[in-house]
């Protein structure tokens, strides 16, 4: 009881600090606030004023110190209030506002495409105390959109590189590309920065670093100190990317700040979650997802961008994204799916190195269909072990593992083209000889020339092979005129996947 007497007197002494008369000559000079009075002793501070509350100034109302009870009444307002950075000065950056203010276009359709996204980023960035400038950088990168591939195969909206991507967790397989995942794109992003800020103690060489790389703005700080030059963004020796990448960032966030001031539409972006995160449980087809949630197949794929791939693995995407209102609609159209499997297609792998026509007879489908679905170009061969996709059949019950699904690759090597084609034989030339002088097998060899694995050839002798071309234009044999592919062969290798770049982490890229 005594506790509850004391919060009873609390609230009304509160009560009555707030009825002092706003009129008061003095309240527009005063520094007090609604703070414990600096008497109280820092370790044991007064829960209860001493003296009636003051109003709070509108001076002290814009202090970061004093937070603000009306909530932002929109997207763009609760980014103007987390702006944190300093301002960069240069002259690029006004030849930059009048590049974007003079394509209104071109603005309103790039906010409009960042409304799906919005909310989420500016969520993370104030969970790690970030400034939300950085929430504007996806419109510098990439114009926010989320299938973007620059020229050096930078990709997604926040346009990671493959090792770039690789370094910070971001799966690049045969089934999906988290370099374009929204969540996990920009957890990497925003680690990436933070990890850039605490090596250089500055936002503007953070972000340099981002775009040029950490590696070539630490090179560039050095030059500059031991030529007794300063080291800040403006002064440093860069690309000519590089300068004017903060200055872009500059001009969105200046026109972001005062959109009247420059003209500029900034669409309604609410202040609340576009999309929620919805689990997976089982395999299931893209269009079975979009219809069960009542959403079109573009704006599924704009929510889920790293998916490139017509089914959905649960064991490597265990969550998807959907608009805030659909997420429901999915979840209780499903409990009353029951029209058979949710999968057409499962992942086969390659037991052997084989031709695409020999590996799609093998899995039921046509050359052209495999070809299509897992992105083989032509005059290639399926290396052993590689994961492929196709039809799954009412025979096949488990789900792909997930193994499989975060792992999964296709490694292809170039068909060897080959000639039928004649070369003489030298004196005590056998069918081991050429076959070894040539590096095919004997018993090749034999066969092409209908003869035991151990014969010999009289010298001049015209002895048929199957070369391939570049051996055969130099073997100085006549050719004929059919010509076969060999379904084996050494050749130089390719993949489906990017290459990744060794070493530090870099963001040198363009589009």
């Known amino acids: ?55 709070i100034t509108a001076a002290q109302a814009h202090r970061s ?53 919005l909310f989420h980023i500016v969520e993370e960035l104030e969970r790690r105390g970030m400034p939300t400038e950085l929430a504007l950088l996806p419109y510098i990168e990439s114009a926010f959109n989320p299938q973007a591939v620059s020229s050096a195969k930078a990709a997604g909206m926040w346009q990671f590189m493959p090792a770039t991507g690789t370094y910070f967790d971001l799966k690049q397989n045969a089934f999906r590309d988290d370099r374009r995942d929204v969540l996990a794109s920009t957890r990497a992003a925003l680690d990436y920065l933070q990890k850039l800020y605490g090596m250089f103690g500055d936002w503007h060489l953070a972000l340099a ?31 000519a990317e590089t300068r004017l990448y903060v200055p872009k960032l500059q ?3 200046n026109i972001v700040a005062n959109p009247d001031g420059f003209r500029a539409e900034l669409p309604l972006i609410e202040n609340h979650p576009y999309f929620q995160t919805v689990d997976i449980q089982r395999d299931m087809d893209v269009e079975l997802v979009a219809k069960l949630s009542g959403v079109g197949l573009k704006d599924f794929r704009a929510l889920n961008p790293s998916l490139h791939k017509p089914v959905i693995f649960a064991a490597g995407t265990p969550q998807i ?70 039809p799954r059949t009412q025979a096949v019950q488990e789900d792909v593992a997930e193994r499989v699904a975060d792992n999964g690759q296709i490694a292809l090597t170039p068909e060897i083209v080959t000639r ?86 870099s963001k040198v890229k363009r589009r």
């Open 1 to 55: 009881m005594k506790l509850l007497h004391v919060i009873f007197l609390s609230g009304l002494l509160w009560l009555t600090g707030c009825a002092t008369n706003g009129s008061n000559p003095d309240a527009s000079s005063s520094t007090a606030t609604a703070t414990a009075p600096t008497t109280a002793t820092p370790s044991t501070p007064s829960a209860i004023p001493k003296g009636p509350l003051q109003p």
């Open 251 to 253: 001009a969105v966030k």
């Open 321 to 390: 994204l959907l608009p805030w209102d659909n997420a429901k609609v999915f979840q209780r159209n499903l409990q009353a799916y029951d029209q058979g499997q949710y999968a057409s297609w499962t992942v086969w792998t390659a037991p052997r190195t084989l031709s695409v026509s020999e590996a799609a007879q093998r899995v039921g489908m046509s050359e052209a269909a495999l070809r299509s679905l897992n992105d083989i170009p032509p005059r290639m061969l399926i290396k052993a072990g590689s994961t492929l996709m196709v």
């Open 209 to 239: 670093a981002y775009n040029w790389g950490e590696g070539s703005v630490s090179r560039a700080i050095a030059r500059n100190q031991k030529l007794g030059l300063g080291t800040s963004y403006n002064e440093l020796n860069m690309p």
């Open 420 to 505: 039928r084609t004649t070369v003489r034989a030298g004196k005590r030339d056998t069918v081991a000889s050429i076959a070894q002088r040539y590096k095919v097998s004997a018993a090749s060899v034999a066969e092409w020339n209908d003869v035991k694995l151990g014969a010999a050839f009289k010298a001049g002798q015209q002895v048929v092979m199957h070369l391939p071309v570049r051996a055969a234009t130099g073997s100085g044999g006549k050719s004929a005129a059919t010509t076969r592919k060999s379904a084996h062969g050494a050749g130089k290798e390719s993949t489906s996947q990017p290459k990744h770049r060794g070493g530090t982490p």
């Open 65 to 117: 110190g004093v937070a603000s009870l009306t909530p932002p009444a929109d997207l763009w307002e609760r980014i103007r209030r987390g702006f944190a950075m300093p301002d960069l000065q240069h002259e690029l950056v006004q030849d930059r506002e009048q590049w974007y203010s003079s394509r209104p276009d071109y603005m309103l359709r790039m906010t409009e495409r960042s409304s799906k996204y």
